[in-house]
């Protein structure tokens, strides 16, 4: 009887701590899933630093520090961590937060707050390409490149 009194409390324990460690919300790695490693290489899926942002007067790399995270989601969600203050992004979020996105990689387009933007992945780097009419009426490409953390 002893035996199954000290059997149950262990074990009472110990889904308490599988129970205590899955509601943490403050781990960041939780809202992606995990996938093997080949799929992640080439999936939009994980978390991605936004590393240079090409503009037409040329490129600005960001530095390690400052660069702005996106963590992508199997569910059609993106959490978007903002690092260097107010960014100036015209294509990307531009406040901390959740956002929809949709990502079709056949057509190599994402939908992301409510823009419609190129984008390929390959060997762990993403680009995304903008394009806007600016004051002049010239057509101006905004390209931002991402580095999977």
Known sequence: MKKKIV??????????????????????????????????????????????????DGNREISSDQRDIFMFNQNGKVKVFIKKGKPLHPDLPNEEGEYDYSYDMEKQ??????????????????????????PDDGLYVHEYIFIKK
């Open 109 to 134: 387009i994402i939908q992301l707050c409510g823009e419609t933007l190129k984008c390929t992945i390959s060997g762990g780097e993403m680009h995304m390409e903008g394009y806007h009419y600016g």
């Open 7 to 56: 059997l149950m409390t262990s074990m009472l324990l110990w889904l308490g701590f599988l129970c205590a460690c899955d509601n943490n919300e403050n781990n960041p790695n939780d809202f992606i899933e995990s996938q093997n490693e080949t799929s992640l290489e080439s999936s939009i899926i994980g978390t991605w630093e936004l590393k240079t942002l090409s503009y037409p």
